[in-house]
């Protein structure tokens, strides 16, 4: 019994090695000269996101005119967490750290700790970049302490899908502070414009 615990729980440590060390790394995709992009709609969305047990009733869409800007960096964002001021806090404990860092961020944020504010955008600038399924413009009606952004998609693989999974789960079970999720997906949506959905698709193309 006591060699199955000793095992038990050399698996556990060896599971949360992996995932801090495949956190490291960026989960890129060669957005420039993308051809033919799969083009996503609210339900195929949500039954990906029921295959990998994510909550499905707080995932959110970017709006075509913010995609672009989204993936500005080269890499799928992955998370940003805001303080009940909309304020965006730090949670890198250097500046070349990456997403790792919140697999221990998270549920060790709490009211009594001072953070790090950064001059990036606040929440409500980062809100007007997000709609539902339907083109609405998204606003969190719930007060929370500290507001969690995960960024996922359907086409990427299943670690980017994982992150998400963990990240919510960690805010959910978080007692010290009440951490409020949304899930921003990054992929083409249907509901756009066709219009501004192929001028997208040409600028990532190379064509235009």
């Not at 989960?27 to 339900?43: Q, S, T, V």
Request: glycine fraction near 4%; aromatic fraction near 10%.
């Amino acid at each position: 019994a006591i060699l199955m615990q000793q095992i038990m729980r050399s698996s556990a440590f060896a599971i949360l090695l992996i995932l801090l060390i495949e956190g490291c790394q960026p989960i890129l995709k060669a957005l420039y000269g993308i051809k033919n992009p799969d083009i996503e709609n609210e339900k195929n969305i949500k039954k990906i996101a029921l295959k990998y047990d994510l909550d499905t009733t707080n995932i959110v869409s970017v709006n075509s005119k913010d995609f672009i800007e989204i993936f500005s960096t080269g890499e799928i964002p992955d998370g940003a967490v805001f303080n009940s001021n909309g304020e965006h806090i730090d949670y890198k404990q250097t500046d070349t750290s990456c997403n790792a860092d919140l697999f221990q961020f998270i549920p060790e944020l709490n009211l009594t700790r001072q953070y790090n504010k950064t001059s990036k955008a606040n929440l409500s600038t980062e809100l007007n970049k997000f709609s539902d399924f339907d083109g609405h413009q998204i606003e969190i009606k719930k007060k929370a302490d500290f507001y969690l952004l995960i960024y996922w998609t359907v086409w990427t693989g299943r670690l980017n899908k994982d992150h998400v999974k963990i990240w919510e789960d960690l805010a959910k079970n978080n007692n010290n502070c009440k951490i409020e999720v949304l899930k921003v997906n990054l992929d083409f949506q249907e509901y756009w414009d066709k219009k501004e959905r192929d001028e997208i698709i040409d600028k990532l193309s190379g064509t235009k």
